[in-house]
């Protein structure tokens, strides 16, 4: 049995950090002869992969499992640091424990510290003794025989089996949850007995309560009608390994590689890459939400209800996050999500929270009492990464406690300083209250790829990610942080070694973009002699001139409701006129698509009385709404024409479903045209609706050009709004069936010899545009930032291989076999290096 000497006991140390302190622990182990020096370096890698804090001034810091062969012999150490050290904000170490294993001969002295964890008084006497045999004596304990090697089977009724837990970590989250997926495929009631304790085989909380190390045996009953092929699928399942990766790798058919790869070593909050690059800087929260649930409420079915809609959505928005990660960085650092959808899924913690909603409790009462408290019982498992795994249940509880909070409280101020900007979500209003000069990048626990907030950093060209879950408020105020764009994960605590790299990323990605602005005004010609026009999404006067300075070719797409925003009453036919004035003659003989009224959906005017609809967006917007007030559309219509003398003006009508729609709103514009004497302008339509593209033959006879607005087509397509909590990460518009909606819009278009544009955030994005140009889209309009960089893009590729990249992705099953379509072209051409 391994022992604690009082010669590997150090009192009344002292550290400036928790990285100083570790250190001096990691010393005191190399002078033991536990460990080679290099293992310090592995201990405070562990810093950023699991809790080493377990409470009462107590830390446990361990290396990781690659460096176990830096273990010269199995052994225990203590520094003892009166005045304490910061333990990543989760509380003052005073005694640390640090610990040299190969395998789990160290877990009795841990078992020891439970009593210690549990009594502040005993604990505060270790951290001020200057004796070291009181910390002798209560790290070894009275006696602690190991398990025998062949454990009688405790008295049990029943069919039973005895199996051994997982070498080397035990029943930890990974083979939990891989016995949980085993055992919920059977009806029998399945128990497994550990130590004197039992867990429910299904309550993935409950297995990992039960703390059971690698090589302990346990013992598992099954009662039922399928008994006996559930316990034959389990010895099965624990013979494979229940998931659990072993010392040999096979060697089977190479996995996909990673979207990007991930090397850092700080922990990873991770989610969707909304807009590329990488910001370094201390984080702020824009809403740091306070969740507020009221302790009783008076209808139980009605708050069941609301509970299993929490659990549901929840569990939902977990799927995606794994399927996202799964992608980017492979199926065991996804698998940590997989976990947490089986927390959710936990048949115990279910029922008793469903218990409480019986006796009078609200959802969001008895929801936060049942995680909490198993919460509490995780946190105080000797095992480290058992204890780990209390973080995990939290996060997963406050995922489903989003959709039951009676209040969310929050102050939304930005301090005087450039931050990275946290969130549950932006609205568009929120905009305004973003001065782009001091937001390094945003990071949204809501969202999807075209949610607004990834198309306000687009446009603002600053790193985002979204669909990041609720735990990314978590982080405090201040935090120095990563935000990586293009990999989709904020980095929190970063080391030394993760910032020295983002610097080294940064300062590469500086040198690209100053390299695409210097050539911003070369025409996006491919390598084999055919151009792509590259223009700019714009909503003010102001930006015209920007589009033009960015090396715009023209504005694919003016929003003009911008103007009819943030105010009391519409705006009159003269301040329009002034404003599209200006904005042509900054274009100074360049084109440009100005948008009729889109109003409706996701954007609502108040001064406008709109009545509230169930499905705005499948009610009165766009066209329709211009139809409803004909007297706004005239008006904007008369400013539009009278502006279109000052230069090359074209209209676009958007949200068109039908042939009558359009020939109804050309009608209006040929009426109002006569009344100003204006020229005639060319007139085109937003590709936005499905009913559109079957009808793009048709249509195509009516007009001069066709716009596709991916974002609309997107959710209108796939059926998924891109706002929705739980579905917008999957609405990504390079996704087979959006592109083979392109693909139809093309060849109506072609038919009638005009030509397509797209103007939605795909098309600034590098995978969008490449396939859409590969499939005949001859314009893209962008976010003005965008634009060198889709330039240089285009440039850098002969249209052959974009068309050979757009036909290959139209017989893909997913947006995420597009995006390695993309990316292996890239890395032909040089551009994804």
Known sequence: MLTLTRSHVRLGQAAASKAEAIRIVGQTMVDAGFIEPGYVDSMLRRESVSATYLG???????????????????????????????WSGDGHARVVVGIAARSDEHLQVLANLTGVLGDAVKAEALARTTDPGDIVVALNGASAAPEPAAAEPPPVTGPFIQVTSPVPHGLHARPATALVEVTKRFRADITVLHGGRSANGKSLVTLLSLGAVGGSTLTITATGEDARAALTAIRAAFDAGLDEEVAAPPAPVPAPKPAVRLDYEGPLVAGISASPGIATGRVWAFQHERLVVAERALDPARERHRLDQALAGATADLH??????????????????KAHQELLDDPDMVAEAHRHVE?????????????????EVLARLPDPLLAARAGDLRDVGRRVLRFLADVVEGAATLPDHPVVLLAEDLAPSDTAKLDPAMVLGLCTAGGGATSHTAIIARSLDIPAVVAAGPSVLD???GQECILDGEAGVLVARPSARDLERAATRRERVRGQREAETLDRYKPAMTRDGRRVEVAANIGSASDAEKAVNAGGEGVGLMRTEFLFLQRE?????????????????????????????????????PYLSLPAEANPFLGVRGI???????????????AILRASLEGPVRIMYPMVATVAELRRARAITEDVRREVGAKPVETGIMIEVPSAVMLAEQLAREVSFFS?????LTQYTLAMDREHPVLAPQADGVHPAVLRMVELTVRGARSAGIWVGACGGVAGDPAGALTLAGLGVTELSVAIPTIPSIK????SVSMADAEALARRALACGDAAEVRALVRELLARTGEGA
Request: glycine share 10%; proline share 5%; aromatic share 8%.
């Open 475 to 477: 982080v405090p105020n």
């Open 56 to 86: 009462n001034g107590i830390a446990i810091p361990h290396g990781t499992p690659d460096a176990r062969d830096q273990v010269r012999a199995t052994g225990v150490v203590v520094v003892q640091f009166p005045r304490g050290v910061e």
């Open 359 to 375: 006796t009078g409790a609200s959802a969001g009462w008895a929801w936060r009492r049942v995680y909490e408290e198993r919460a």
């Open 320 to 337: 995606n996050l794994h399927q996202e990660f799964l992608k980017k960085a492979g199926a065991a650092r996804a698998a940590i999500f």
């Open 624 to 638: 329709r709404l211009c139809f409803e007030r004909e007297d706004l559309f005239r008006t904007q219509l008369r």
């Open 708 to 712: 596709i607005g991916t974002n609309d």
């Open 569 to 605: 009453d519409p705006p009159g036919e003269e301040e329009q006129y002034e404003a599209y004035r200006k904005m042509v003659r900054a274009l100074n003989g360049l084109p440009i698509i100005l948008r009729t009224l889109d109003i409706g959906g996701d954007k609502q005017v």
């Open 792 to 795: 240089a893009l285009l440039r």
